[in-house]
Every structure is written in structure tokens, then in C-alpha cells.
């Protein structure tokens, strides 16, 4: 199974900020991802998952930042799924959206972001971001 997670963005006054939401099951802070639906191009399923996830609409990158590996299932046992990551540049950020009573999302500086994410894949995905960034 394949999967894709935006990376939401925005700069204001010059600083960089990224916008997280929480994981339905242990309200961690993570990215907006899901699974690729067939026939769809894995940049615009994490489109997708930002809207539906976090209701924000936005331009979204044709090559993924990097990608990281997340367990597929809650079992100990359970097999791990490779997520490719996409920046996506927030146009729009919706006061309606679909999973708005499931999950929180907020905006965070990058150093803030780094410090709430607890996975280190996704925390290495957000740093080479940060890095494609300041090039």
C-alpha cells in the first residue's frame, strides 16, 4: 500500500511556518496523509489529505520532499508503509472542513514543529524541507 502526506506551508514576515494536525487514535501532531487511491498521482492524494485533514487549499509540489515509513496497523507486528511527502504551498485555509471535529490542526514555526512531532522520520522530512526551503 502506498501512501502521500502534504507538508502545509506558508511564510509570514519572513519566517516559515507549518501546519500540523492531530492523529485521530493519539492526538499526535503529524502531517496530513492517507492512502493513494488508484489511478491518482501520489502528489495529488496529499492534495487531498491536506483538505479533507486539515481544510486547506493550496499549490502542491510535483516531487516529494522525501519520504518516511510509518507502521500500517496498531498491532506489534504489524507491516510498515513508506509515505511519500509533497510541499504544499496554503492559498487557502477553510473555517469548514471535513475532519474538523476529529482533529485539531494548528501552525507551528519550524524549530515549534520539530519539538511537538514525535516521529523522527517526520522530523526529517520537515528538516530537508526547511532546508529546500532556505536554498
Known amino acids: 500500500m502506498r501512501q502521500s502526506a ?19 487514535r493519539r ?15 501520489p502528489s495529488r492524494s496529499a492534495e487531498n489529505e491536506a483538505f479533507e485533514e486539515a481544510g486547506v487549499l493550496g499549490r502542491i509540489a510535483k516531487d516529494p520532499i522525501g519520504s518516511y515509513r510509518q507502521r500500517d496497523g496498531d498491532s506489534a507486528i504489524a507491516d510498515s508503509v513508506t509515505v511519500q511527502a509533497f510541499s504544499l504551498e496554503v492559498v487557502n485555509e477553510l473555517p469548514v472542513w471535513r475532519e474538523m471535529h476529529k482533529r485539531e ?10 519539538k511537538v512531532v514525535r516521529d523522527r522520520e517526520i522530523c526529517d522530512v520537515l528538516r530537508s524541507f526547511d532546508r529546500a526551503m532556505a536554498t
Open 27 to 41: 492526538k499526535r501532531w503529524i502531517l496530513p496523509k492517507g492512502k493513494i487511491k488508484p489511478g491518482m498521482m
Open 105 to 114: 490542526r494548528r501552525w507551528f514555526t519550524m524549530t515549534e514543529a520539530l
Open 6 to 24: 502534504a507538508i502545509p506551508y506558508r511564510v509570514v514576515e519572513d519566517h516559515l511556518e507549518i501546519l500540523l494536525v492531530t492523529s485521530l
